[in-house]
């Protein structure tokens, strides 16, 4: 598994700009992965290789919820990752395909904040990566 601190380099990479294609669409569906996977190995579980509507990352997400009911906050993000990957992989222009792939990037992000700041923060989840405790954790 791919550590968080890589991830959130690859991330940042990743939003600083540059050309955005299906390959990064597919990348950050394996990073947003990677990242459920860290939570569900942190409450001491094996991540599924299950798929959840042909995708690994709703049934990681599926997995990471259960016994935790705050985790399904970042349920939407994941699906508006798949949703965004679905787009650009769909998408026969490349530039329009480069514009909905930079904004997976922020998706996956999001999902990464929201995730890694849960693992920090125990009860974090009632609003997102916006919490008062996580802003509070950070000054």
Request: proline share 4%.
């Amino acid at each position: 598994m791919t550590p968080l601190d890589e991830i959130e380099y690859r991330l940042e990479q990743l939003s600083s700009g540059g050309h955005h294609d299906k390959q990064t669409a597919a990348e950050l569906l394996c990073l947003g992965e990677e990242v459920l996977g860290h939570w569900i190995v942190a409450r001491g579980e094996t991540p599924t290789r299950d798929r959840r509507e042909g995708f690994r990352l709703l049934a990681l997400h599926r997995q990471g919820a259960k016994g935790t009911p705050s985790f399904n906050a970042c349920r939407e993000t994941c699906r508006e990752l798949v949703y965004r990957y679905n787009l650009v992989m769909n998408e026969p222009d490349p530039a329009k395909a480069a514009v909905t792939a930079a904004m997976a990037v922020l998706v996956a992000k999001h999902l990464f904040l929201f995730v890694s700041g849960k693992m920090e923060v125990e009860g974090l989840g009632e609003f997102c990566c916006s919490s008062r405790a996580l802003r509070q954790a950070s000054q």
